[in-house]
């Protein structure tokens, strides 16, 4: 054979200076010394790559970096949010076991619930996560895992953590913690009694709307080995790409927060005083109806969501979005510039008016996802959608 025609890798350039931004590394497959060698590496006596979909380079770091937020060990970094919570429920329960989840999941994990577990012969309840003595009342004799958000998705209300932590620990059940809104940066559920936590990636923490991602930890090695074997077997792994771009996001987050946060606390403010404005959820405002709660659960940090009910109906709701022009109606969060959702036209679309009602999601609703923008330069843009109503 020619030489010179062999594809072999040539690897890295040698330097003895190093590169100050992780080099991405797409290598699908990784080339071995020997047999020998191989066994070594699949027998976990040393460390090697062998294939991405089992791991690779980015996502170990990026997992690394997640990890030392959220004071973890061993974390894994998967394709999207719902990868992760597939990865907790799929991969840590089995047919026969029971799983309590909070009655204001973010709506894909409330389909999980409601429709693919059970179909999977997982039993599932659901049960409201401010009150810790009805979760406990949803608790059955083969309840292995109960599943919460410490901030209802667009309701904002605050889950009782300290107290669901306690029922699990009294009861030998396992609780995992989505943290996606509140952040390592608010609250580190595993300091707080948490077994797992999860997290969409996707949004504060890669920060800029243009990756899709999840983070999955447990609190011991067994717990994670699980998680991983499942990942990788059900390939949930993520692109090496994608795991740069938000290493890169990520070296932002916490100045991004802060901002956002800031913002956030100012905006809620200002809609509190409009006239327009019939309520305001912000966690760390007097008037939030959990307010001692998220007091406790934030110590003092607040996050980046309000959420606002207008005086109107649906003209009101569309008149808003047309005057504030310059904000994108666009269902995301955690986007370095501020977003708009309407739940009553998107993640809320499928229940009825009244079932809406129930949690408070009027035609008037809007959740902000607040961004970094000048705060002048954003009041004065929800003062227009305002003037238009
Ligand atoms: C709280 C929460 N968890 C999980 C997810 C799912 O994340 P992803 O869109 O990255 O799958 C979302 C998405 O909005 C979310 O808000």
Same mark, same amino acid.
């Given at each position: 054979m020619n030489k010179k025609t062999v594809m072999r890798p040539v690897g890295m350039p040698q330097s003895v200076s190093s590169p100050v931004v992780t080099p991405i590394m797409p290598s699908v497959v990784y080339a071995s010394a020997t047999p020998d060698s191989l066994d070594d590496q699949y027998e976990g006596r040393v460390h090697g790559y062998?294939? !991405?979909?089992?791991? @690779?380079?980015n996502a170990d770091v990026l997992a690394q970096r997640i990890d030392a937020l959220e004071g973890a060990d061993g974390g894994i970094v998967v394709g999207s949010g719902? !990868? !992760?919570?597939?990865? *907790?429920?799929?991969?840590?329960?089995?047919?026969?076991? @029971?799983? *309590?989840?909070? /009655?204001?999941?973010?709506? +894909?994990?409330? +389909?999980?619930?409601?429709? /693919?577990l059970p179909r999977l012969g997982?039993?599932?309840?659901? !049960? /409201?996560?401010?009150?810790s003595a009805a979760m406990e009342a949803a608790i059955q004799p083969n309840t292995k895992l109960i599943l919460i958000e410490l901030v209802s998705n667009p309701t904002i209300r605050i889950a009782d953590l300290d107290g669901i932590a306690a029922v699990c620990k009294a009861r030998g059940i396992l609780l995992a913690v989505d943290n996606t809104f509140t952040t390592p940066l608010a609250v580190k559920p595993l300091e707080r009694g948490a077994d797992i936590v999860i997290h969409s990636v996707t949004k504060l923490m890669a920060g800029h709307s243009d990756v899709t991602l999840g983070y999955v930890v447990a609190n011991t090695a067994a717990l994670n080995e699980r998680l991983h074997t499942f990942a990788v077997t059900t390939g949930l792994t993520a692109s090496p790409f994608d795991c740069w771009l938000a290493e890169r996001g990520l070296l932002s987050f916490e100045l991004r927060f802060e901002r956002a946060q800031e913002n956030a606390t100012k905006l809620a403010s200002y809609l509190a005083g409009h006239p327009k404005v019939k309520r305001v959820l912000y966690p760390t405002r007097v008037d939030h109806p959990d307010a001692s709660r998220a007091q406790a659960v934030f110590q003092g940090v607040g996050c980046n969501m309000v959420s606002f009910e207008l005086h109107g109906t649906r003209p009101e709701a569309n008149a808003f979005t047309l005057g504030a022009e310059n904000l994108a109606f666009a269902p995301t969060l955690g986007d370095v510039g501020t977003t708009l959702s309407h739940p009553p036209s998107s993640s809320h679309r499928a229940l009825t008016e009244a079932e809406r009602a129930a949690i408070g999601i009027t035609e008037g609703f809007f959740r902000v996802s607040v961004g970094l923008e000048r705060i002048d330069d954003l009041i004065a843009e929800f003062e227009r959608g305002l003037a238009a109503v």
């Open positions: 062998t294939y !991405a979909r089992e791991g @690779h380079p719902m !990868a !992760a919570v597939t990865a *907790v429920v799929m991969g840590l329960l089995q047919s026969g076991d @029971h799983i *309590v989840g909070g /009655d204001q999941l973010y709506g +894909r994990s409330l +389909r999980l619930m409601k429709e /693919d997982i039993e599932t309840s659901l !049960a /409201d996560p401010t009150n």
